[in-house]
């Protein structure tokens, strides 16, 4: 589709408030974060809970929580760590498929995962 944004730091860089407690973190080259090398460090790991958020949330976001709650796992949206380059009707939307698609309780906000200010 021609999308040559978020390929290189600052634009990759997580947010200061979401890198606590991250050692790993994976590049992705489509729309879905679940790729086999994330589906295979989950299972060694023994994650079931994947927080997810980034930009775009009615595309990459959706797609990823899509694809890790079909994957038998549990996906946490975080929303106010998501957006849409489409404006904020777009991540609207997003938010609202995504309550429809893997359970509203599982779109929540970072004050509910506890992650330090």
């Not at 992705?28 to 997810?52: D, G």
């Amino acid at each position: 589709m021609g999308w040559q944004g978020c390929k290189a730091e600052p634009d990759t860089q997580l947010h200061t408030r979401l890198k606590y407690g991250v050692d790993i973190t994976i590049n992705k080259h489509a729309y879905s974060s679940w790729q086999p090398e994330v589906s295979e460090l989950c299972e060694k790991l023994a994650v079931n809970t994947v927080a997810v958020c980034g930009i775009d949330t009615d595309q990459c976001v959706l797609v990823s929580a899509v694809d890790i709650f079909q994957a038998g796992l549990k996906p946490l949206v975080v929303a106010d760590c998501c957006a849409s380059s489409g404006g904020g009707s777009f991540h609207q939307a997003g938010l609202l498929l995504l309550k429809r698609l893997i359970g509203e309780q599982q779109v929540l906000v970072s004050s509910q995962l506890g992650l330090r200010q």
